[in-house]
């Protein structure tokens, strides 16, 4: 009796919506490809969504097929790239390992920023409360006047020794929804479920004009809304030396009541585990050499130390 293939056949409407799916997935990567080949994208952003959404159109792309619609690389330099980035062209963009992501990353915003992009002009510092990122800001204002310091709007009350519109501008809710309404924050958001921060657009988006870099010290809600909004920012996180000593800043600086602090220390547990989203780390040992660290991001790469 001879052997029956005991192997499910699909059903034919099942092989034409397969098709179908099939189709619409190339046309849709083809698309990305085309945006970034035009200019109309810029890659760093199609790098946001592949690394959030693995099987998005823009997950699914090859390594390879990426960097070859960036204007400029073609087949053989794509090749030489992914070598010295460690990266098998095989892979996709959403399959990417965190160290091949950041690699990536990291090499694209160079790219861009050598071809006409913001780059490391825009850098974006944030990290858990009380790690000091006001401080080392305010020693980057002081020692780097080479930088411009985005001053953010917020609505809590001004601390001991803050100063209107230099730390920070101080606004009412009302001038805050004022400003929210009419687009003139870059990003914002409801800090530790209390105040409201916010970064005005408007100076930000003219010093980068100029050609100046610009430092936004800003929380991480806010640098994750900046990189959707200016993919091409680059992220720093700065780190405690420990938690002992984060907790010990906390309480020592004195500016909040009791239940305050703990609410910020059980956010900071949070915060922190979002190191991986940027692309450096600064531990704030001590805030000169922080602060140097940061500056010297800002710099062309053949500059840096």
Same mark, same amino acid.
């Given at each position: 009796?001879?052997?029956?293939?005991?192997?499910?056949? @699909?059903?034919? !409407?099942? &092989? $034409? #919506?397969?098709?179908? +799916?099939?189709? %619409?997935?190339? =046309?849709? /990567?083809?698309?990305?490809?085309?945006?970034?080949?035009?200019?109309?994208?810029? @890659?760093?952003? !199609?790098? &946001? $969504? #592949?690394?959030?959404? +693995?099987?998005? %159109?823009?997950? =699914?792309? /090859?390594?390879?097929?990426?960097?070859?619609?960036?204007?400029?690389?073609?087949?053989?330099?794509?090749?030489?790239?992914?070598?010295?980035?460690?990266?098998?062209? %095989?892979?996709?963009?959403?399959?990417?390992?965190?160290?091949?992501?950041?690699?990536?990353?990291?090499?694209?915003?160079?790219?861009?920023?050598?071809?006409?992009?913001?780059?490391?002009?825009?850098?974006?510092?944030?990290?858990?409360?009380?790690?000091?990122?006001?401080?080392?800001?305010?020693?980057?204002?002081?020692?780097?006047?080479?930088?411009?310091?985005?001053?953010?709007?917020?609505?809590?009350?001004?601390?001991?020794?803050?100063?209107?519109?230099?730390?920070?501008?101080?606004?009412?809710?009302?001038?805050?929804?004022?400003?929210?309404?009419?687009?003139?924050?870059?990003?914002?958001?409801?800090?530790?479920?209390?105040?409201?921060?916010?970064?005005?657009?408007?100076?930000?988006?003219?010093?980068?004009?100029?050609?100046?870099?610009?430092?936004?010290?800003?929380?991480?809600?806010?640098?994750?809304?900046?990189?959707?909004?200016?993919?091409?920012?680059?992220?720093?996180?700065?780190?405690?030396?420990?938690?002992?000593?984060?907790?010990?800043?906390?309480?020592?600086?004195?500016?909040?009541?009791?239940?305050?602090?703990?609410?910020?220390?059980?956010?900071?547990?949070?915060?922190?585990?979002?190191?991986?989203?940027?692309?450096?780390?600064?531990?704030?040992?001590?805030?000169?050499?922080?602060?140097?660290?940061?500056?010297?991001?800002?710099?062309?790469?053949?500059?840096?130390?």
């Amino acid at each position: 009796m001879p052997e029956q293939n005991t192997r499910a056949t @699909p059903p034919e !409407v099942d &092989r $034409v #919506a397969a098709s179908r +799916a099939a189709v %619409a997935a190339r =046309r849709a /990567r083809a698309s990305v490809k085309a945006e970034i080949a035009a200019g109309s994208r810029s @890659p760093l952003d !199609v790098l &946001r $969504v #592949a690394f959030a959404e +693995a099987e998005s %159109a823009e997950g =699914r792309l /090859r390594v390879t097929e990426f960097l070859t619609s960036i204007p400029a690389i073609g087949v053989t330099k794509c090749a030489r790239i992914l070598e010295e980035l460690e990266i098998s062209t %095989a892979k996709r963009l959403g399959g990417l390992g965190r160290l091949q992501r950041r690699r990536l990353r990291e090499f694209v915003a160079s790219w861009v920023a050598s071809h006409g992009g913001t780059g490391d002009r825009l850098v974006v510092l944030a990290g858990p409360t009380a790690v000091g990122k006001g401080t080392v800001a305010s020693y980057i204002r002081r020692h780097h006047p080479d930088v411009k310091l985005s001053v953010s709007a917020t609505t809590r009350a001004p601390r001991p020794g803050e100063v209107e519109g230099e730390s920070y501008f101080f606004v009412d809710d009302a001038e805050f929804d004022r400003m929210v309404e009419a687009g003139e924050l870059l990003e914002w958001a409801t800090v530790h479920n209390a105040y409201r921060y916010g970064t005005p657009r408007g100076p930000v988006e003219q010093a980068i004009a100029a050609g100046d870099s610009v430092l936004l010290e800003i929380d991480i809600q806010g640098a994750r809304s900046v990189r959707r909004a200016m993919p091409e920012a680059t992220l720093v996180f700065l780190l405690p030396p420990t938690w002992d000593e984060l907790v010990r800043r906390l309480v020592g600086r004195g500016t909040e009541s009791p239940a305050e602090q703990q609410r910020r220390l059980e956010t900071a547990k949070v915060e922190l585990a979002a190191v991986d989203e940027f692309d450096h780390q600064v531990v704030n040992h001590d805030v000169p050499e922080a602060a140097q660290k940061v500056v010297d991001l800002m710099r062309p790469r053949s500059g840096r130390r």
